[in-house]
């Protein structure tokens, strides 16, 4: 068992930590610099998530499928030494890895005890609520923090992606059938709903998606990254960051890709 930290602490920590298994390390100066560990010359990117094959009706744009549990009941966090926090979803015999570099998608081994998955030299090996990573870039030991159901249409059945953040408090939703989101801010008081455009698609392991609403003069920016993220106020797991940009101000949460079913 490790020690009990603040996740505040784990982070100042993490700045110092010049061994990062899942990518490099940050630095101020820009974004990080991240390598694909898997180990392969051409990694094919994930599929985006796409509509529904009866549905007649316009649907909005695709998603990154990195933003989605693909079908895994929850999304689970975990604090590993040296310090960096990851984020795991389990649909079937494979394993979805979120990290502060991106995300990651490996496939299950046989192995005698526990459970063990592997993308080219990178792999992933559990055994109850204990993990053991490993890649080129070295080695992490983990152990299960937290566990969030993955939302599913159940609870929000015209949403195909949901976010949300803490001080002030705001909710985003894009609606599932045509281009538009809802935007709530101010702990609710103030409720938007606009269409948007997608201005960045990226996939693989640095998914991101950038969305741009409201007139030209003074436009919502949207940033929606493949990232470990980790609610500011609860620590619950969400598989992506969220950043709007709107009306001089910054907001910052997590956000995920909403579920057909479990």
Known sequence: ?????????????????????????????????????????????????????????????????????????????????????????????????????????????????????????????????????????????????ARREATTRAQAPNVIFKGQGNEPGWTLALARKAPRLTLVTQYGEQQRTLDYRVTQLENGHQASMTLEAGDAGSPIIIELEARACFDSMSGKPYPVRVRVEEDGRTLLGCGQGVERSH
């Open 1 to 145: 068992m490790f020690p009990k930290v603040s996740r505040r602490a784990w982070h100042v920590l993490s700045g110092l930590v010049c061994m990062a298994v899942l990518g490099g390390c940050a630095s101020s100066d820009g974004p990080p610099q991240v390598r694909d560990v898997s180990g392969d010359s051409l990694t094919t990117p994930p599929r985006l998530e796409a509509p529904d094959a009866t549905s007649s009706e316009p649907e909005s744009p695709l998603l990154p499928s990195a933003f989605f549990a693909d079908g895994a009941e929850a999304f689970v966090s975990w604090r590993c030494t040296p310090a960096q926090d990851l984020i795991s979803a389990s649909p079937g015999d494979n394993l979805r890895l979120w990290s502060g570099q991106g995300y990651y998608a490996l496939e299950r081994s046989v192995v005698a005890e526990g459970k063990r998955y592997r993308k080219g030299t990178l792999t992933f090996a559990q055994q109850g609520d204990e993990a053991h990573v490993e890649s080129d870039n070295g080695q992490l030991a983990c152990q299960q923090e």
